[in-house]
């Protein structure tokens, strides 16, 4: 009848209020997470206001084993979320959620949301850059080398503005950058001219 007609004709406008709400909620959460992640930053530097700021990695090095594995739980679990949301859906409120803890268990082994992406960008750099390319061979380290950036950029749409506007300063990430240079510098350059060389080769990747 005209009543069921009607229905059907308003059932997809219905469906579409309540995608709109669900998503202005969504982003409502974010911006609140983002907000609550912004003030603990900020009181944790009044907190600790003229003291020269403490490197995550010399605080890891004295950690206990449990607390790097706690670390490293975090990590993995914050880079999923990224992964696959974006780094807009990556708080430390959301990440608790996700553990299934409180956020002030994750500040008790990551300071601030800054310091979760440092620890972050260094983790997907773990893997040997290497791994899969002939040695000896630098016209098929670096091809590999390429492929490998590439596909790590595209497992991590995130990763490309964080590696612009971090310094490289993680154990992973020095270690891949040693081993890199040490195969530019292999086909004789120098180490001004080996940098500027495997600067431009993952400037173009990316």
Do not use: C
Request: hydrophobic share 35%; glycine share 6%.
């Amino acid at each position: 009848g005209p009543n069921r007609h009607e229905r059907d004709r308003r059932r997809p406008i219905v469906e579409d209020i309540r995608r709109a709400r669900s998503v202005q909620r969504e982003t409502r959460q974010q911006l609140h997470d983002q907000m609550h992640d912004q003030m603990h930053s900020l009181v944790g530097r009044l907190r600790h206001q003229g003291e020269p700021p403490e490197v995550i990695w010399s605080r890891l090095e004295r950690a206990t084993p449990r607390a790097r594995r706690e670390v490293g739980r975090i990590v993995d679990a914050a880079i999923d979320v990224a992964d696959e949301e974006g780094l807009d859906a990556l708080s430390m409120r959301r990440l608790a959620r996700t553990l299934g803890t409180g956020t002030t268990s994750l500040y008790r082994y990551v300071l601030s949301k800054e310091e979760l992406l440092t620890l972050m960008v260094d983790a997907v750099n773990a893997p040997d850059p290497f791994r899969h390319a002939p040695r000896g061979d630098w016209r098929a380290m670096f091809t590999s080398l390429a492929r490998e950036h590439r596909q790590q950029l595209l497992d991590h749409p995130w990763l490309a503005g964080e590696i612009a506007s971090r310094p490289a300063i993680g154990p992973n990430t020095l270690r891949a950058a040693d081993e890199i240079l040490a195969v530019a510098t292999g086909m004789g350059l120098d180490g001004t001219t080996a940098r500027s060389v495997v600067g431009t080769l993952l400037r173009f990747v990316r």
